[in-house]
């Protein structure tokens, strides 16, 4: 079977559509399904059923790339390594959402960077969670770090741990708000009310930490639009300490400041709102040994981020 019609078809499923394949591997749309088709007569089974927009695997084609996609990613590596140098390092590539691979991930994993026979070199890239997912599916990256677990036998994921969210503002927030409205107020809907005069701080206009927040500890939707939106959740941190309005934030991210006392925690719910993370990977690839290495490594060093 021809290497070059299994890469394609290999393309073609982690894209789901011809149309990102042919982009991906820089050829053109029909040249795709030339060779898809071709690939089709040899196997005498179809491969992929064509959808308005894109393609969806049959239970063969799954099958198939189930089995192929793990050799394949192989000999790519062999190929960017180079068999005559044995100075190479594998490359590993991350992705994942901007502050929490920032904060946690990369440096967890800088302990496996540097040439001691087991080692890699390192690259990261930032985004959501649909993009770091799509990424991961044609192959951009080894890893990826997703708030979303993912659907399919294409990827294959593990928990790696929860995040606590905490509702914060700079010191004269709380003095403004008052200990009869910080303190001892069951969380429901009029406990919300004490807040709906304080500016927000978010990463988006659609306030997606404060609401899921407001949703899960008040029952309700926040009052306020954001004063402050910056797509990051440690300028987020930053504007919350010096006054701008509350936020909601990771409590690993802002930890740090509660102790110090540059931010306060507005409120403390029985049960704090978590958000769970997932790391995944391409189903197969944990048989590279730098990929299982650097899976194994973060699931073990998660163990005490929650």
Known sequence: MDLALLRTFVTVHRAGSFTRAAALLGLSQPAVTSQIRTLERQLGRPLFLRQARGVTPTTIGDELAHKAAPHLDALVEITEIGLDDESSLRTLHLAGPPEFTAERALPALTELTGEDGQGFALRASFGNAEETLEGLAAGHHDLAISTARPRGALLTASTLCDEEHVLVAAPD??????????????????????????????????????????????????????????????????????????????????????????????????????????????????????????????????????
């Not at 008052?178 to 500016?199: M, N, Q, S, Y």
């Not at 509660?258 to 507005?266: I, N």
């Open 173 to 306: 927030w709380a003095g403004h708000l008052g200990p009869e409205k910080t303190v001892g107020i069951r969380p429901t809907a009029k406990r919300a009310l004490a807040f709906e005069d304080v500016p927000v701080i978010e990463v988006h206009e659609s306030l997606p930490f404060v609401s899921r927040y407001w949703a899960s500890v008040f029952d309700s939707r926040p009052a306020a639009p954001g004063t402050v939106v910056v797509p990051d959740l440690r300028a987020v941190l930053a504007c919350a300490i010096a006054g701008a309005g509350l936020a909601v934030l990771p409590r690993y991210l802002c930890a740090a400041a509660l102790e110090r006392g540059d931010v306060v925690a507005l409120h403390e719910p029985a049960v704090p709102p978590l958000r769970t993370y997932f790391l995944v990977v391409r189903t197969g690839t944990l048989a590279m040994p730098h990929v299982a290495r650097a899976h194994e490594w973060l699931l073990r060093a998660a163990a005490d981020w929650c």
